[in-house]
C-alpha cells in the first residue's frame, strides 16, 4: 500500500485560545505554557480539550481530522471499506484502486490498529505533524 496525506483539519492555537477566553473567561494556554513543554498545536489543543471535559482524553480525537490517498489492492480496498469507519471514495488505478480516505483521529488510530501493514505508515506520518504523544500515549510506538 502506499500513502499520500492530503487534507488535515488545522487547529488555529491563537483564535481558539482567545475565543475560548473572551466567552469563558479560561485562560487555557496559562498551564499549558507553564508546563515549558514543547507541542505541536494539536498536541495543545487537545490539552486544552482536556480543562472541559474529564472524558477529553479519547472525546477530543474526534475533532481533528484528516484525509490521505491510499493506493492498494482491490482486497486491500474492500477490507478498508467493511472494517473501517472511514468515508472512503475509490476508482480504479491499473490492477489497483486509488482511495480517498477521510476520517477523525479516533478512526484513523482503529485503522491503525486493524492494518498494521497501513498501520506503520500513517503513524509516521501523524507523527512527523505533531501527534507523536498521542501515539506514545496509546502504545501505539514501538
Not at 75 to 103: F, H, M, P, V, W
Amino acid at each position: 500500500m502506499e500513502v499520500f496525506p492530503i487534507g488535515q483539519g488545522t487547529v488555529v492555537w491563537t483564535e481558539f485560545t482567545s475565543i475560548v477566553r473572551e466567552y469563558t473567561g479560561l485562560k487555557i494556554n496559562k498551564s499549558i505554557d507553564a508546563s515549558q513543554l514543547i507541542l505541536s498545536d494539536y498536541e495543545k489543543f487537545l490539552r486544552a480539550i482536556g480543562q472541559f471535559s474529564a472524558r477529553a482524553d479519547s472525546s477530543a480525537l474526534v475533532h481533528l481530522y484528516f484525509s490521505f490517498i491510499i493506493i492498494c489492492t482491490n482486497r486491500q480496498a474492500l477490507d478498508l471499506a467493511e472494517s473501517s469507519n472511514l468515508a472512503i471514495t475509490s476508482t480504479k488505478a491499473g490492477r489497483r484502486r486509488l482511495l480517498y480516505c477521510s476520517g477523525n483521529l479516533i478512526t484513523w488510530i482503529d485503522v491503525i490498529t486493524k492494518f498494521p501493514d497501513l498501520g506503520k505508515e500513517l503513524t509516521e506520518i501523524f507523527c512527523r505533524n505533531g501527534l507523536k504523544s498521542v501515539f506514545r500515549e496509546r502504545k501505539l510506538l514501538k
